[in-house]
C-alpha cells in the first residue's frame, strides 16, 4: 500500500475505548482545518501481541500515535518502538501519573476501567436527555414512575425548557402542565413528592409570554388563554395541587434557566452534576 505524504495517518492506541485519545486528537487537529487526516483506532488492547499490531499499522503509515495505555510497561514497550522507529508518540497517562505519584508519594493503581465509566456517564446522559424529550408536556404518565425530576406547572411557566437543561446534566425529567379543566393523571400522588417540584410565575409576565406566543401563531392576542383573569384562574388551580402534593414551589421570575435548575436541585437535594 502506498502512504500519501499530504495525508496525515493519526493512530488511536488505547486499553479502553479511546474517547480520551481522540478527543485530544481531534482537538489538535482542528487548528490545521485545511489539512487531511485519517484516524485509525486500535482500542481495548489487553496484551502486548495486539499493542505491537497496532504499532506496526502505525510505522506503516508513519502515523502519529496518541496512546491512553494504562499498564506502566506495555506503555514503555510503545514509547521504544516509536523511538526505535522515528514514530512521534504522544501518551497521555504515565507522564501525568508519574507526576502525582511523585508529588504524592501514592502508586498508581493502572485502572483501566476508569475510562469505561466516562463513558457509562456519557451514554447514561444521553438516555437522560431521551427520556426527557419523549416524555415532555405529560406525553406518558407512566414515566412518573421513572422519573428523577418532575415538574409541574401552567403553560408558559418555562417546564420544557428546564427540562431539557436537567436533561442535559443526566437527570430523567418529565414534566406536567396543569389546566383546571383537565383531570390529573392519579400517578402523581403515588410518587415521592421529593421529587416533584411545582413552577410559578408573575400573572403579568405569564400573560406577557402568552401573547408573543399567539402572536406568533398569527393569532390575536386577546384570546380568554392569555389573559389577565385566566392566568390568575390557572395559577390559583396550580397552588391547590401543590399543596395537596405538598412538593416545593420555585418562582421562576427574572430567574435564568440556570439558575432555576440550581434552586431545583436544591430543594430536591440532589447532586449538582457538570454540563458533560
Not at 499499522?57 to 496512546?67: C, L, P, Q, R
Amino acid at each position: 500500500m502506498s502512504i500519501d505524504n499530504k495525508l496525515l495517518h493519526i493512530h488511536i492506541i488505547s486499553d479502553s475505548i479511546g474517547a480520551t485519545a481522540t478527543k485530544v486528537a481531534q482537538a489538535t487537529v482542528a487548528q490545521f482545518p485545511e489539512m487531511e487526516y485519517e484516524i485509525h483506532k486500535h482500542i481495548l488492547i489487553e496484551n502486548e501481541q495486539q499493542l505491537i499490531e497496532a504499532l506496526e499499522s502505525a510505522k506503516h503509515t508513519h502515523g502519529i500515535i496518541f496512546m491512553t495505555i494504562s499498564n506502566s510497561h506495555q506503555a514503555y514497550i510503545a514509547e521504544a518502538f516509536a523511538a526505535e522507529n522515528s514514530l512521534v508518540i504522544h501518551n497521555l497517562i504515565q507522564p501525568f501519573t508519574k507526576d502525582i505519584e511523585q508529588r504524592t508519594g501514592i502508586k498508581p493503581v493502572g485502572l483501566k476501567g476508569s475510562q469505561f465509566e466516562l463513558s457509562d456517564q456519557y451514554f447514561n446522559r444521553i438516555k437522560a436527555i431521551e427520556f426527557t424529550l419523549n416524555n415532555d408536556d405529560g406525553k406518558n404518565p407512566e414515566a412518573l414512575k421513572e422519573a428523577d425530576i418532575v415538574i409541574l406547572g401552567v403553560s408558559r411557566t418555562g417546564k420544557t425548557p428546564l427540562s431539557m437543561y436537567l436533561g442535559t446534566l443526566g437527570y430523567k425529567v418529565t414534566n406536567l402542565p396543569l389546566i383546571p379543566e383537565k383531570e390529573i393523571t392519579p400517578i402523581l400522588f403515588e410518587i415521592p413528592s421529593s421529587k416533584i417540584v411545582g413552577l410559578t410565575n408573575n400573572a403579568d409576565i405569564i400573560c406577557n409570554h402568552r401573547q408573543k406566543r399567539m402572536s406568533e401563531f398569527g393569532l390575536s392576542s386577546a384570546t380568554r388563554y392569555a389573559s389577565k383573569e385566566r392566568v390568575d384562574e390557572e395559577l390559583a388551580y396550580a397552588e391547590s395541587i401543590y399543596q395537596k402534593l405538598q412538593c416545593p414551589v420555585i418562582n421562576v421570575s427574572e430567574r435564568s434557566i440556570e439558575e432555576s435548575s440550581v434552586i431545583i436541585l436544591d430543594v430536591l437535594n440532589l447532586p449538582h452534576k457538570p454540563r458533560w
